[in-house]
């Protein structure tokens, strides 16, 4: 997973370039005993069959046997048909994100994780009395699927309605849902290394990796534009390896920008809010469904763009909303971006009125093992809020077993074993505390917005105060504990900040203040 990005070393190689390509399948191409079958359907077409089901395709398309080859990576942002089940041991390339018109056909009976699953532009269709499941996605040419299919039309794609997207189709998903993970450990800030894979490795491979210097693991969770399959990605894997010790980096590759790097399936301007509420919500129930609950961090992929004018106005609406919804479900929000392009449009905002994340997650290629940035101010982001992937694309062998990974230096907040329900008792803690919006005249309107705090709080109690112009010396408003306030005429010359107070089930925290604002003026 990583973006395009200007960096002292030059530009890191997109995510759809692909390193190698596995090519199986002629016209009159069959093989023992598998159930599969090719013939020919004139010069622009051919014909593949599975266990009696058959499907339509361009004559170009490769067609992959995955019972003959267990590691081969099933995604779908190439043209291809896959046959048979994905393997617990794919060999993906760790760059693949968005979507395009593929097709896996596997037995409705195989059990295990998922294929690429959660909002998106793709449907299903089961066919329970050929035996055969049919997992289909699409997005430029539509048709193609149709006549693959042998269906008139294709199930409507959700988009942009926050309130559509639990109704987003969900294709191919076996998880098994758990109420909680094992263990006590609630703080989510991991300092140290870690990597992300396309698909999340098997648990074979997870153990092997224990004696790698790596103890956080990126996971797809779902998205628009998740490209892998996930075969091993259930509940239960996510129980037992963060039991294990692992530290995980929940990751949703939702819409991406308008003229982004992938050509993948694009945020639309006018409906950017909407949509970034939409994709959030879809983000918590896919990471409920894998025992990811509240309190935990959920990083929204994005991929590099030009920024500038709309398209920066776009993503930034996007990811403010992205990150609203999440903390209003109980989530930390995080974004995951080149640092020339995302990255840079969120530093432009940093301390604005939108909705900031929480931890920044950010792409430079620069092999550097620190998550100090020249992108970045050291002020933004400061406490314990970053990631850096200072690699991509490299095969990495440990235990035996090698695996196409980005590589991650981390200092910012993960999923771990014991607060993947966010059921912590843990006193509230502000990692960062509360900011002001509204312009500081007479007359005017302060708001105040939520810090960020561990320990899960479900209240908040407010209190206003008046500083001198230096902010140094403060008392409190008497009457002003609401989230709101509006300045009267004493408060002419002076500052105003506010203190805010988390609570959760259990007890209350100690109150984090924010900074003070500008000397309060005339009308």
Sequence with gaps: MSPSIASSAGSAPLRLVRRWAFLVGALALSWAGSGVALASAGTTAKVVSYRGYSVEVPGSWPVYNLAADPTECMRFNQHAVYLGQPGSQED???????????????????????????????????????????TATWRQDPAVVERAL??????????????????????????????????????????GLGFDAC???????????WSSPYRAVGIYIGGT??????????????EREAAAGW??????????????????????PSQAAAEGTAAASDAVNQGKALGIGTGNPLYFDLEAYTPGGSTTS??????????????????????????ASGVSDLVGEYGARLAEPDDIWFADWNGQETTSSPFIPSGDWSNHQRLHQYSGGVNATYGGVTINIDGDHLD????????????????????????????????????????????????????????????????????????????????????????????NAHEAGKPAVSAPTGLVHGV
């Design 225 to 238: 534009n998740e490209a892998c399959a996930q075969p091993n990605l259930t509940a239960g894997w996510v």
């Design 314 to 339: 776009a993503v930034l609406t996007f990811l403010s909303a992205w990150t609203a919804k999440l903390h209003a479900d109980g989530y930390l929000s995080g974004v995951y971006a080149s640092a």
């Design 92 to 134: 993906c390339p760790a760059h693949s994100v968005g979507r395009t018109e593929a097709i896996l056909v596997e037995p409705s009976t195989g059990a295990g994780g998922r294929a690429a699953g959660g909002q998106s532009d793709w449907g299903q269709l089961s066919v329970p009395s050929d035996g055969v499941t049919v």
């Design 412 to 503: 910012g907040a993960t999923a771990g074993a014991g607060n993947a329900t966010g059921a912590s008792s843990d006193t509230p803690t502000a990692r960062k505390g509360p900011t002001i919006s509204g312009k500081p005249s007479v007359g005017q309107t302060l708001v105040e917005h939520h810090g960020t705090w561990s320990g899960s709080p479900i209240s908040y109690r407010y209190q206003w105060e008046v500083c001198n112009s230096t902010g140094t010396s403060c008392s409190p408003i008497h009457g002003a504990t609401g989230q709101r306030y509006r300045l009267p005429a004493p408060d002419l010359g002076h500052t105003i900040r506010v203190r805010e107070t988390a609570s």
């Design 150 to 191: 042998g269906t008139r039309s294709l199930p409507p794609t959700p988009r942009s309605s926050a309130s559509d997207a639990s109704a987003a189709p969900v294709i191919g998903l076996a998880h098994e849902v758990r109420a909680h993970l094992a263990g006590a450990v609630s703080d989510p800030v991991y300092t």
């Design 247 to 268: 530290r995980l980096i929940p990751t949703y590759v939702g819409l991406q920008a308008p003229g982004n790097s992938c050509g993948c399936a694009s945020i639309t």
């Design 199 to 209: 698909t999340a490795p098997s648990a074979s491979q997870m153990a092997a990796w």
